[in-house]
């Protein structure tokens, strides 16, 4: 392991959920283009990032060295990879090929957002390394800029970078902020396995041309009203309205998703759907004490790993520490972790 020279930067990075998501149809490129609502809620993956200057030899020079830190379970262990496929690793590259220079840093991810989840962990890690390099290397580049190379790295990495509610279209890369002042409450049910975003799509493709007139696949309705209840902030009305196409290929994959969404209910939710193509579910309660409540029942149904109470929406990566603009935290230094200033919200 190379040593680390100067301090780290460390960022903090939500996880999303798809509060409606329409997919059309297979694209030459292989994508779907979506109409999407995403909205990111307080679950965390952490991102932290440290030059490892002196330049490595030609054999290192392609990329950075990635670990996984803190408690890490045998499953994400095996699940996450630290080498070119990480795709931290792709954001680092890609940054460093923006900025001009060598991607002479090591990555250390906490992980909290559960692995090939449907909640985007992999491009909440990309996304915070975005903003943790751009913060280390004291790039200048802009929202835009940012961006742009955040949709190059993955169709769901731009917006947690974005966080809020948006309204995502395009493979979901491209986003229009949702008005939303409300917080709404969440009950998140995890999974002992994970889904493979392809596979998923792949699966969708299959049961639409599979499909008859008697026994269509169903599609979710228009946005627009997805979009007013969100700015009504009123959770019935928003429950009435949850839908994800990717859902009937989530199901079909995983059959078991059938009784889980149903538990979420019976236990109180207001409804409940696949968070993007799963297999974690998120069932909408009316409020927080509601929250905890479904919550306990829901664990002791038997139908998922083990649940998360959450909110949304919250704001996109944040540096939490390391920020050379910023004085340092502890004695003598501001108090609280304050997460610093959100550019991208
Ligand atoms: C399902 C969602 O989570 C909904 O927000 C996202 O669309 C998935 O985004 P993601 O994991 O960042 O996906 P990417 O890494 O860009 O793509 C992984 C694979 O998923 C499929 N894919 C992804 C996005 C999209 N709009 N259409 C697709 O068909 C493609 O097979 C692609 O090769
Ligand atoms: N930083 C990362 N964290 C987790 N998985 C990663 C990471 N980088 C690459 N991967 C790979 O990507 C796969 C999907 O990971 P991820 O946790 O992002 O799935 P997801 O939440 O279902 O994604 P999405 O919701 O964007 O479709 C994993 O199985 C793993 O092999």
């Not at 392809?198 to 979710?220: C, K, M």
Request: proline share 8%; glycine share 12%; net charge negative.
């Amino acid at each position: 392991m190379l040593s680390a020279v100067g301090p780290p930067v460390t960022v903090r990075v939500p996880a999303k959920i798809n509060l409606h998501l329409a997919v059309g149809d297979l694209r030459a490129d292989g994508y779907h283009d979506l109409v999407t609502v995403f909205q990111a809620l307080n679950l965390f993956d952490e991102i932290s990032v440290v030059s490892t200057h002196p330049r490595r030899g030609a054999d290192h020079a392609d990329g950075p060295d990635v670990e996984l830190l803190g408690d890490v379970s045998e499953a994400d262990r095996a699940a996450v990879p630290l080498d070119g496929s990480n795709l931290v690793w792709k954001a680092a590259v890609a940054l460093a090929e923006v900025a001009d220079r060598e991607p002479d840093v090591r990555i250390g991810i906490r992980k909290s957002i559960p692995v090939a989840g449907g909640m985007a962990g992999g491009s909440a890690d990309a996304a915070g390394t975005l903003l943790a390099l751009s913060t280390l290397w004291r790039l200048d580049l802009g929202r835009e800029a940012l961006m742009q190379v955040a949709a190059q790295v993955g169709s769901d990495v731009a917006f947690a970078l974005h966080g809020g509610t948006a309204l995502g279209t395009g493979r979901g890369e491209n986003l229009v902020p949702v008005l939303s002042r409300h917080t709404f409450h969440w009950v998140v049910a995890l999974s002992d396995h994970g889904l493979s975003t392809p596979t998923v799509f792949g699966e969708l493709d299959r049961l639409r041309a599979a499909a008859t007139a008697e026994s269509p696949v169903r599609r979710v309705g228009d946005v627009e009203p997805v979009l007013e209840a969100v700015a009504s902030g009123e959770a019935r009305s928003l429950a009435l309205l949850l839908g994800n196409d990717l859902q009937a290929a989530a199901v079909s994959l995983d059959p078991g998703l059938r009784r889980t969404l149903r538990a979420g209910v019976a236990a109180g939710a207001l409804a409940g759907v696949v968070s993007g193509s799963g297999p974690t579910c998120v069932f909408l309660c009316a409020d927080g004490p509601d929250a905890v409540r479904v919550a306990a029942e829901l664990a002791g149904a038997g139908v998922c790993r083990t649940v998360r109470v959450a909110h949304g929406p919250v704001p996109g990566a944040r540096v939490t520490d390391g920020d050379p603009a910023r004085p340092p935290r502890g004695p003598g230094g501001p108090p609280a972790p304050d997460p610093g200033p959100n550019m991208y919200a």
